[in-house]
């Protein structure tokens, strides 16, 4: 089950980690009898925590457990005590361009860079000429929902398709990929959303993107370095960390399943012409 749909239905809990709050950790108790899945980039805003939340990493809860969920601060100017039970999941992810910064942090430091995400946020914010009291990420989506919505009409996905790849002009600069058509179809809309977000005040290219610059792309995930590392204290599954000069990437795998791929392609990085069966 997602995490936007689990706590629609009051099956999930999300609380500051104790009275004083940590910035790093939430406590996620999944109170059903279904895995609960909480993406990367997910943006867990309201009054109900001291401050809104970016999760660092995509994470699979087990059933009628609680851990300890890694995120970062998205809203720097807040931290207040709870004031009201206001609790929700954005319907966009953390922009593309933070995504891909995140993940060359988490990749290389195992964290994410808490003054990089700040300064990412006020870059966007200044782009849409946005004023947020408390620098909130949250803001930049409801106050250009209606622009955002309307483009996001122009895409529909394929039926049963599992993933998406993203190009921004001529270059793809993102691939997501789901185990299940359901889960990709709930979070399809969000990931578009984070790029709208990103590409909006940039000037329009036509695009001439093809399967063959996938597969290309595809195949630098393939020959970069990797990294396997355990899913932290009672999360499931095992996460593989992919990198070189081109690619950054991960994926949540768990009993011999995919559960969720992102992969982005480095700024100014130019995919090599392979010449072989898979390009």
Same mark, same amino acid.
């Given at each position: ?6 706590? %629609? ?32 980039? $997910? ?47 954005? $319907? ?38 946005? %004023? ?16 955002? $919505? ?5 895409? %529909? ?69 990797? %990294? ?9 599954? $095992? ?41």
């Amino acid at each position: 089950m997602c995490f936007s749909e689990a706590l %629609k239905k009051d099956l999930v809990s999300v609380n500051e980690v104790n009275e004083r709050g940590s910035v790093r950790y939430l406590k996620i108790s999944n109170k059903s009898n279904q895995k609960i899945l909480v993406l990367e980039s $997910e943006l867990i805003t309201g009054n109900a925590l001291k401050q809104d939340r970016l999760v660092d990493r995509t994470t699979l809860v087990p059933e009628n457990a609680t851990i300890m969920l890694q995120v970062s601060c998205c809203e720097k100017n807040r931290w207040s005590p709870a004031v009201a039970n206001n609790l929700s999941v954005s $319907e966009t992810l953390f922009f593309s361009k933070g995504r891909l910064d995140n993940s060359i942090e988490i990749y290389e430091k195992s964290k994410t860079d808490q003054y990089k995400i700040w300064n990412n946020i006020s870059e966007r914010l200044s782009d849409f000429k946005i %004023k947020s009291f408390t620098g909130s990420t949250e803001e930049i989506y409801q106050k250009r929902k209606n622009d955002i $919505e309307d483009l996001l009409l122009s895409f %529909k996905p394929k039926f049963n398709s599992l993933g998406v790849a993203i190009a921004i002009g001529n270059q793809i600069i993102s691939i997501d990929i789901f185990s299940n058509s359901n889960i990709f179809n709930i979070y399809f809309p969000r990931i578009l959303r984070s790029v709208i977000i990103d590409s909006y005040t940039k000037k329009p290219y036509q695009n001439f993107i093809c399967k063959e610059n996938v597969y290309k792309l595809l195949r630098q995930f393939e020959k970069s370095q990797k %990294k396997l590392h355990k899913s932290p204290g009672g999360c499931l599954g $095992e996460e593989i960390k992919f990198n070189n000069n081109q690619v950054v990437g991960s994926c949540l795998q768990y009993n011999d399943m995919m559960i969720h791929f992102s992969g982005f392609l480095k700024d100014n990085s130019n995919i090599p012409q392979f010449k072989s069966e898979v390009a």
